[in-house]
C-alpha cells in the first residue's frame, strides 16, 4: 500500500524561525505534491504546488523542494500569521489521491 | 473573485441520504474537473471524489465508492455530491474544491476551495 508520511506531526516556533516540514511518499510521485495552510474554522489554502512552485500571492519566505520519494516545505523565517496546520498532498496516480496527516505549527 | 459555496450539510441517521451542493461563481465552472474532499473535525483532510470539467468522468475514494455520486450542472454552476447510506463515520466537514486542470490526474491539486459544510450521522 502507498503512505504518505508527514514529519513533524507538530513543531513549536517563535517569530523569525526557520521552519522546515518533510513529507515522504513509500514511492516515487516524480513532483507530484502540494502543500497547504489551513487555519482553525478555515479552508486549506494551497502554498506550493508541483513541489517547489509558489502559488501566486504567497509570500516568498514560503519554499518547496524535493522529487521522487522526499520534500520539503520551508518557511525561511516564521511569521505571526503562519502558525497554522500544514498538509502534505500527492496526486500521481489517478484515482489515488492522498494527504500527509498535517503539521502543526504553533508558538513557543 | 473565484468562489465556491457549500451548502446542504445537516444532520442525518445512520443508513440515510443527504446530498451536498456546491455553487461556484467568478470562474468558468464548465472549464475545470472539481472535487470533494472531507475533514473530520481535529482530524486530517480525506479525499472523497472527483468529476471532470464535463462529468464524463467520475472517480471516487474506496470509503465513499457506491454510496457517495458525484455529479454537475455546468448550466447552473452546480456540483453535487448525493450521499447514501450514510455511516457514523461519514461524519465530517466537506469542502469543495476546484482542480486546475479539466480533468483529475496526476498532477491534480486544489484551489480556490469553499469554506466548507458539516455533516453529522448520528441517531
Known amino acids: 500500500d502507498f503512505h504518505l508520511t508527514q514529519s513533524p506531526s507538530s513543531l513549536s516556533a517563535s517569530v523569525g524561525d526557520r521552519v522546515t516540514i518533510t513529507c515522504r511518499a513509500s514511492e516515487n510521485i516524480n513532483l507530484y505534491l502540494n502543500w497547504y495552510q489551513q487555519k482553525a474554522g478555515k479552508a486549506p489554502k494551497v502554498v506550493i504546488y508541483n513541489a517547489s512552485t509558489l502559488r501566486s500571492g504567497v509570500p516568498s519566505r514560503f519554499s518547496g523542494s524535493g522529487s521522487g520519494t522526499e520534500f520539503t516545505l520551508t518557511i525561511s523565517a516564521l511569521q505571526a500569521e503562519d502558525f497554522a496546520t500544514y498538509y502534505c498532498q500527492e496526486s500521481s496516480s489517478s484515482p489515488r489521491l492522498l494527504f500527509g496527516g498535517g503539521t502543526r505549527v504553533d508558538m513557543k | 473573485q473565484e468562489m465556491l459555496v457549500e451548502s446542504g450539510g445537516g444532520v442525518v441517521q445512520p443508513g440515510r441520504s443527504l446530498t451536498l451542493s456546491c455553487a461556484a461563481s467568478?470562474?468558468?465552472?464548465?472549464?475545470?474537473?472539481i472535487h470533494w474532499v472531507r475533514q473530520v473535525p481535529g482530524k486530517g483532510l480525506e479525499w472523497v471524489a472527483a468529476?471532470?470539467?464535463?462529468?464524463?468522468?467520475?472517480y471516487y475514494a474506496d470509503s465513499v465508492k457506491g454510496r457517495f455520486t458525484i455529479s454537475r450542472d455546468n448550466s447552473k454552476n452546480i456540483l453535487y455530491l448525493h450521499m447514501s447510506r450514510l455511516r457514523v463515520d461519514d461524519t465530517a466537514v466537506y469542502f469543495c474544491?476546484?482542480?486546475?486542470?479539466?480533468?483529475?490526474?496526476?498532477?491534480?491539486?486544489?484551489?480556490?476551495w469553499g469554506q466548507g459544510t458539516l455533516v453529522t450521522v448520528s441517531s
Open positions: 467568478g470562474f468558468i465552472f464548465g472549464g475545470y474537473a
Open positions: 474544491a476546484r482542480d486546475p486542470f479539466n480533468d483529475y490526474g496526476a498532477g491534480s491539486w486544489f484551489d480556490p
Open positions: 468529476i471532470s470539467y464535463d462529468g464524463h468522468k467520475t
